[in-house]
């Protein structure tokens, strides 16, 4: 069954704005993982997070987690052409494996 | 390191014929993931290994499917035989761990005739 579900599936902003993706997952994790994929090629790690934790920043990127309400957000700020891709959060369950949602498809315009 | 090596890039081939997809995890990695991704499923994981060993292969759609890790440097993904609802992106990854990071290979883009 599919653990992490991105929201929304599309979206699309100008050059500068920020972009949020949200994702939110069933059962108890370990940790979430957000990953990005630009066309035609294989998913790169983009940021950890662990359960215990809250809030993580890695650039121009911001990630937040929420276990009580088991979802987790993704923040681009000041956004660039060239982040333009698809996004996925990732989680691990009870046997410790990945599972990645469907991904967010980011455009962004310049 | 060189990162997650797949081979071919792109196979197209015709049903019924036999698919072999190759794949070079990175050097040291004890995890090797296969997945495959199509625009009406996502991103699947078909099997994955932990030190050689096939741990969960429950994703695998079906006995035409199998995968073999013979060392720590090298997995097979085999199709045989091979149909058209095959055709996606197959794409292998490796980790330290089974719940660490995930280094993607380019993938190889199947198409069956």
């Known amino acids: 069954s599919q653990q992490g579900e991105e929201d929304p599936q599309a979206l699309s902003i100008q050059e500068g704005e920020n972009a949020t993706m949200n994702c939110s997952y069933k059962?108890?994790?370990?940790?979430l993982q957000w990953y990005r994929q630009n066309s035609g090629r294989g998913l790169v790690h983009l940021i950890l997070?662990?359960?215990?934790?809250r809030e993580k920043h890695s650039g121009r990127l911001r990630v937040t987690l929420d276990t009580s309400k088991k979802s987790s957000s993704l923040l681009i700020t000041a956004s660039r052409a060239a982040d333009t891709a698809s996004y996925f959060c990732?989680?691990?369950?009870?046997?410790?494996?990945?599972?990645f949602g469907k991904g967010t498809l980011l455009t962004v315009n310049p | 390191d060189a990162g997650v090596i797949q081979s071919p890039r792109h196979e197209v081939t015709e049903m019924g014929q036999e698919v072999t997809l190759r794949c070079k995890p990175i050097?040291?990695?004890?995890?090797l993931f296969w997945y495959r991704q199509t625009m009406m499923r996502g991103l699947e994981l078909l099997i994955y290994?932990?030190?050689?060993?096939?741990?969960?292969d429950s994703g695998m759609p079906e006995d035409r499917f199998s995968a073999k890790m013979p060392n720590a440097s090298f997995s097979t993904l085999k199709i045989q035989p091979s149909e058209p609802r095959d055709s996606a992106v197959y794409f292998c990854?490796?980790?330290?761990?089974?719940?660490?990071?995930?280094?993607f290979g380019p993938g190889t883009r199947l198409t069956v005739l």
């Open positions: 990854a490796s980790s330290p761990g089974t719940a660490d990071t995930q280094y």
């Open positions: 059962t108890s994790i370990n940790n």
């Open positions: 050097s040291g990695h004890n995890s």
């Open positions: 990732a989680t691990d369950g009870s046997n410790y494996k990945l599972t």
């Open positions: 290994f932990n030190n050689n060993v096939p741990i969960d």
């Open positions: 997070i662990r359960s215990n934790e």
